[in-house]
């Protein structure tokens, strides 16, 4: 499966920006897909991740509260919504997916499929 993410951007510190991941195939509805970034300097870290059915969702505790992951499998297409924007949330967001896994293996194992990333900038 091919996944295109988007919707990244300049957005000041508070503010918010909806990510999404556009995958090739129908058959998106049977992977676990998730969110990670990598800021300049820095290792990739995990940041969300959302079972096939949508039902079960894992996050980084950095993330948790202020960002929420969904998905809609008619569209093909994985979201992550993202609030409260800080600074140190900068980096490029990669999307990624697994065929069978769940939110825990995308977060811990690293998933087959990924994206190319889009850049979010928050400005203070």
């Known amino acids: 499966v091919q996944l295109q993410a988007s919707g990244g951007g300049l957005v000041q510190a508070g503010g918010s920006l909806r990510l999404s991941c556009a995958a090739s195939?129908?058959?998106?509805?049977?992977?676990?897909a998730g969110w990670f970034r990598q800021a300049p300097g820095k290792e990739r870290e995990f940041v969300a991740a959302?079972?096939?059915?949508?039902?079960?969702?894992y996050y980084a505790d950095s993330v948790k509260g202020r960002f929420t992951i969904s998905r809609d499998n008619a569209k093909n297409t994985v979201y992550l919504q993202m609030n409260s924007l800080k600074p140190e949330d900068t980096a490029i967001y990669y999307c990624?997916?697994?065929?069978?896994?769940?939110?825990?293996?995308?977060?811990?194992?690293?998933?087959?499929?990924w994206g190319q990333g889009t850049q979010v900038t928050v400005s203070s």
């Open positions: 990624a997916a697994d065929l069978l896994g769940s939110p825990r293996t995308i977060a811990t194992l690293t998933p087959g499929y």
């Open positions: 195939e129908r058959t998106f509805s049977s992977y676990a």
């Open positions: 959302i079972g096939w059915s949508g039902a079960s969702t």
